[in-house]
């Protein structure tokens, strides 16, 4: 339903110019108030003020996966019904979620030297998220290389796909195999092991990045489908 | 009250955030510059196709 409403560029363009900036103003209140939470927490008993580190690397962690759900979602939609606002869509998630990767990799290794000695382990769950970070990587190349932008964007969408499947070993990783990486410690079948004083600027913090994405990922479908309109306009003013 | 005394943590801690901020910085950046790049192309090449009077 929301689908179809959103599938028609001109719809969209109305709905996301009001939606981007709110998305964004929620964001910032978001992660205003969880940095803020974060701060006044307590230092934890075992890794004293490295703690404050959850509150920006589990975040990143988290859209990591969930920009390459929509990734996927996306392509799926555009192989499927090649349809060009799933494409666009596509397109626009893909630096964003390696960015997030990115920052989930490098808050990662900073937090694991204090906490396990080592900056890198090549063990499941670090190993597995190093690939979904290639996978990013291969999907933007990809799209790159192609001078033809339509046999581009559907090779790119198989990739994609093919990637999805790297999205349970990342989540599972750590209950599949022995890792130095901690398991779940908020989703968990028996509730989160933490308390209020984490939890709380934790899950506004990962909101908060939820809505940041929200907010950028329009804004770059946005400036993708003003682009393939200029691309249109100038062919036809070449022609004319 | 706020602690932002990360003690012997300190190389650690505001580094991983500074790094955020870097990367938060960039997307937020790079998406606004790119749509109003492209909208101002667009805008700028529907005008040109409007026939002159």
Not at chain 1, 187 to 201: E, S, V, W
Not at chain 1, 206 to 221: C, K, T
Request: with cysteine; hydrophobic share 60%.
């Amino acid at each position: 339903m929301v689908f179809a409403f959103l599938a028609n560029p001109d719809r969209f363009m109305a709905f996301s110019r009001w939606a981007a900036p709110m998305f964004g103003v929620l964001a910032a209140g978001l992660i205003g108030v969880g940095l803020w939470l974060g701060f006044a927490a307590p230092e934890d008993y075992q890794q004293g003020d490295t703690v404050r580190m959850m509150f920006i690397h589990v975040p990143a962690a988290w859209l990591s996966m969930f920009v390459y759900i929509c990734l996927g979602v996306a392509s799926f939609l555009s192989l499927i019904f090649r349809h060009a606002l799933a494409d666009a869509a596509a397109k626009a998630a893909a630096p964003l979620g390696a960015a997030f990767t990115a920052l989930a990799l490098v808050t990662g290794s900073l937090w694991g030297k204090p906490m396990w000695g080592t900056w890198w382990v090549w063990d499941a769950r670090l190993t597995s998220v190093l690939v979904l970070f290639l996978f990013y990587l291969g999907y933007i190349a990809l799209r790159a290389a192609m001078d033809d932008e339509t046999k581009g964007g559907r090779a790119a969408a198989i990739l994609a796909l093919v990637g999805v499947i790297n999205l349970p070993i990342v989540k599972f990783s750590v209950d599949w195999w022995n890792s130095l990486h901690q398991g779940a410690s908020v989703f968990r079948a028996d509730g989160p092991a933490m308390t209020a004083d984490y939890l709380i600027p934790l899950l506004l913090m990962g909101l908060g990045y939820m809505a940041a994405f929200g907010s950028l990922w329009l804004v770059r479908i946005r400036a993708e489908i003003w682009r393939r309109r200029a691309v249109i306009l100038a062919l036809k003013l070449a022609d004319a | 009250m706020l602690d932002f005394d990360m003690g012997k943590y300190v190389w650690f801690v505001w580094p991983a955030y500074a790094i955020s901020v870097a990367a938060f910085a960039w997307m937020i950046a790079d998406s606004l510059l790119r749509a109003r790049r492209w909208k101002r192309e667009a805008t700028r090449l529907e005008a040109a196709r409007k026939p002159q009077p």
